[in-house]
C-alpha cells in the first residue's frame, strides 16, 4: 500500500506562487511515475502535471504549461509542483497520485493511477 500526503496549499493572490508537496510511504517511490490532479466545484477531475519515476521526463495540460513546474527527490519519497503565475482560474482541490504500474507509461488520466492522496485546497483571488 502507498499512501500519499499533499500539502502546501492555500490562499494566492493573482499573479502569485504556490509550491504544493507530496510525500509517500509505504512503497518504493522511486520506481512510480507521479501525478498532480485537481478538481474544481462542479467540474470533473483533470490532470495537471505528471513527472517519470527519474524526474527526468516531465509533462503537463495545457493550461498549466509554462507556469508550473513538477520535480521530485527520490531521497526524500517527495514530489512537488511549484505554481507561478497563479490565475483564480486555478483555484481547486489539487489532488498527487502513483502510478504504479511496471510499463514506462506517460500517465495523463486518473484511471492510470491507482494511489491517490487526500488532496490540498489552492485558493487563487483575483
Known amino acids: 500500500q502507498v499512501q500519499l500526503v499533499e500539502s502546501g496549499g492555500g490562499l494566492a493572490q493573482a499573479g502569485g506562487s504556490l509550491r504544493l508537496s507530496c510525500a509517500a510511504s509505504g512503497g518504493t517511490f522511486s520506481w512510480y511515475t507521479m501525478g498532480w490532479f485537481r478538481q474544481a466545484p462542479g467540474k470533473e477531475r483533470e490532470f495537471v502535471a505528471g513527472?517519470?519515476?527519474?524526474?527526468?521526463?516531465?509533462y503537463y495540460a495545457d493550461p498549466v504549461k509554462g507556469r508550473f513546474t513538477a520535480s521530485r527527490d527520490n531521497a526524500k519519497n517527495t514530489v512537488y509542483l511549484q505554481m507561478n503565475s497563479l490565475k483564480p482560474e486555478d483555484t481547486a482541490v489539487y489532488y498527487c497520485?502513483?502510478?504504479?504500474?511496471?510499463?514506462?507509461?506517460?500517465?495523463?488520466?486518473?484511471?492510470?493511477?491507482?494511489?491517490w492522496g487526500q488532496g490540498t485546497q489552492v485558493t487563487v483571488s483575483s
Open positions: 513527472i517519470s519515476w527519474s524526474g527526468g521526463r516531465t
Open positions: 497520485a502513483a502510478d504504479t504500474s511496471p510499463f514506462i507509461r506517460t500517465a495523463r488520466t486518473a484511471k492510470e493511477y491507482n494511489y
